[in-house]
């Protein structure tokens, strides 16, 4: 299993940006793909998640309204569109997904978005 997000970088407040998470090594369109976040001293938050199909999104609710999670199974890669950031959205973004029946997560490597003017 191997995630690679992308996408991140330094945006001013009210700023947009798309992170992106290249899949590989798993069947993609058989799972449900998560959007995580951490800043230093805190825990890993949940930002967004999609289930297999992308039929149906959850957001947290500090990101409701702002961003929004989607898929392409022909591509393996999962998004993040981000829109009105804020500075406390700033942090590393992780994309994440759970498979087998020990519910093993996987997480990329991680990309930092600073949002800074």
């Known amino acids: 299993v191997q995630l690679v997000e992308s996408g991140g970088g330094l945006v001013q407040p009210m700023g947009s940006l798309r992170l992106s998470c290249a899949a590989s090594?798993?069947?993609?369109?058989?799972?449900?793909m998560y959007w995580y976040r951490q800043t230093p001293g805190k825990e890993r938050e949940q930002v967004a998640e999609?289930?297999?199909?992308?039929?149906?999104?959850n957001y947290a609710d500090s990101v409701k309204g702002r961003f929004t999670i989607s898929r392409d199974n022909d591509k393996n890669t999962v998004y993040l569109q981000m829109n009105s950031l804020k500075p406390e959205d700033s942090a590393v973004y992780y994309c994440?997904?759970?498979?087998?029946?020990?519910?093993?997560?996987?997480w990329g490597q991680g990309t930092q978005v600073t949002v800074s003017s």
């Open positions: 090594g798993f069947t993609f369109s058989n799972y449900v």
């Open positions: 994440s997904t759970v498979m087998g029946w020990s519910l093993t997560r996987y």
């Open positions: 999609i289930t297999s199909t992308g039929s149906r999104t």
